[in-house]
T-cell receptor, first 113, second 114 residues
Framework: AQSVAQPEDQVNVAEGNPLTVKCTYS??????LFWYVQYPNRGLQFLLK??????LVKGSYGFEAEFNKSQTSFHLKKPSALVSDSALYFC???????????FGDGTTLTVKP | NAGVTQTPKFQVLKTGQSMTLQCAQD?????MSWYRQDPGMGLRLIHY???????DQGEVPNGYNVSRSTTEDFPLRLLSAAPSQTSVYFC?????????????FGPGTRLTVL
């Protein structure tokens, strides 16, 4: 069975500072990992994904994520946070065959001016 | 493209009533799925479909039925609503069931069961 953990319910950063939202995963086989963002009263939007290749993945809105196989982690990062980045962030792993996704519980990111 | 659309946006039901949540996509995606989102619990998969005529159960299927008669539509039926089904429901689609494809989500349906 696959699983995802987001150890922080809430992350607070000041605008202009770097941000990290943590995610660890458990899968059998090669992982397909995703980050999604959810703004209030909206559906989830895809940010980036890791399939294979470079451990540093670049995505939308200046976000990137670092895949670490030995630590089974896929942390979301951004060098300089914006107030508009404030939202709920979900890490997910997707099954290699039937395509079933498992989501973490989400991390609320608050960026203060 | 409208992407993934869901109706209604809001619904209030009484215990025991039935209803259908509608989901449609215009991207010719093979894979469609339904999730429920509850506070502090992330998204949980209810049912999914890898193509027209094929559906399967997810993590929390009890009390829900689905069918997939066309590529575009994937309705979710609540057979006899219970207060435990109060939640926000999201429909999603992806190009295929291949694990490396991202999902596109609808705007959600907020359901309250009294």
């Amino acid at each position: 069975a696959q699983s995802v953990a987001q150890p922080e319910d809430q992350v607070n950063v000041a605008e202009g500072n770097p941000l990290t939202v943590k995610c660890t995963y458990s899968v059998s086989g090669n992982p397909y990992l995703f980050w999604y963002v959810q703004y209030p009263n909206r559906g989830l939007q895809f940010l980036l994904k890791y399939i294979t290749g470079d451990n540093l993945v670049k995505g939308s809105y200046g976000f990137e994520a670092e895949f670490n196989k030995s630590q089974t982690s896929f942390h979301l990062k951004k060098p300089s946070a914006l107030v508009s980045d404030s939202a709920l962030y979900f890490c997910a792993v997707r099954d290699t065959n039937a395509g079933k996704s498992t989501f973490g519980d989400g991390t609320t990111l608050t960026v203060k001016p | 493209n409208a992407g993934v659309t869901q109706t209604p946006k809001f619904q209030v039901l009484k215990t025991g009533q039935s209803m259908t949540l509608q989901c449609a996509q215009d991207m010719n995606h093979e894979y469609m799925s339904w999730y429920r989102q509850d506070p502090g619990m992330g998204l949980r998969l209810i049912h999914y479909s890898v193509g027209a005529g094929i559906t399967d159960q997810g993590e929390v299927p009890n009390g829900y039925n689905v069918s997939r008669s066309t590529t575009e539509d994937f309705p979710l039926r609540l057979l006899s609503a219970a207060p435990s089904q109060t939640s926000v429901y999201f429909c999603a689609s992806s190009y295929s069931s291949y694990g490396g494809t991202e999902q596109f989500f609808g705007p959600g349906t907020r359901l309250t069961v009294l």
